[in-house]
């Protein structure tokens, strides 16, 4: 599994910023890069309003890393994930499943 990591992601890490009305506005800055091994998922349906959405997933392999959380995002292929499951079998790999985040 290692040695397929092909694939090219970015972290990002949330900031919270104040405003001058007591309340707050979160935003994702770029943070690491990683190389992983990055399959397509079965899409999933969102259904908001009177929309119904495809949410595309991702499962991204890639060398263990300590400092990953749910919720997290990363960016793949110029497209936003947010983690929602981390599966690791040793403390040398993680798999991470992503759903795309819409706009």
């Given at each position: 599994?290692?040695?397929?990591?092909?694939?090219?992601?970015?972290?990002?890490?949330?900031?919270r910023?104040?405003?001058?009305?007591?309340g707050?506005?979160?935003?994702?800055l770029?943070?690491?890069?990683?190389?992983?091994?990055?399959e397509?998922?079965?899409?999933?349906?969102?259904?908001?309003?009177?929309?119904?959405?495809?949410?595309?997933?991702?499962?991204?392999?890639?060398?263990?890393?300590a400092?990953?959380?749910?919720?997290?995002?990363?960016?793949?292929?110029?497209?936003?994930?947010?983690?929602?499951?981390?599966?690791?079998?040793?403390?040398?790999?993680?798999t991470?499943?992503?759903?795309?985040?819409?706009?």
């Amino acid at each position: 599994m290692i040695g397929g990591l092909g694939k090219k992601i970015e972290f990002l890490t949330p900031s919270r910023v104040d405003d001058e009305a007591g309340g707050a506005s979160l935003s994702w800055l770029p943070g690491p890069e990683m190389w992983a091994r990055v399959e397509r998922l079965t899409s999933t349906r969102d259904v908001a309003g009177d929309r119904n959405n495809r949410l595309r997933r991702i499962a991204a392999s890639l060398r263990y890393r300590a400092d990953i959380l749910l919720g997290q995002r990363i960016i793949f292929e110029d497209s936003p994930y947010e983690v929602v499951s981390i599966e690791s079998e040793d403390d040398r790999r993680l798999t991470l499943i992503c759903e795309e985040v819409l706009a």
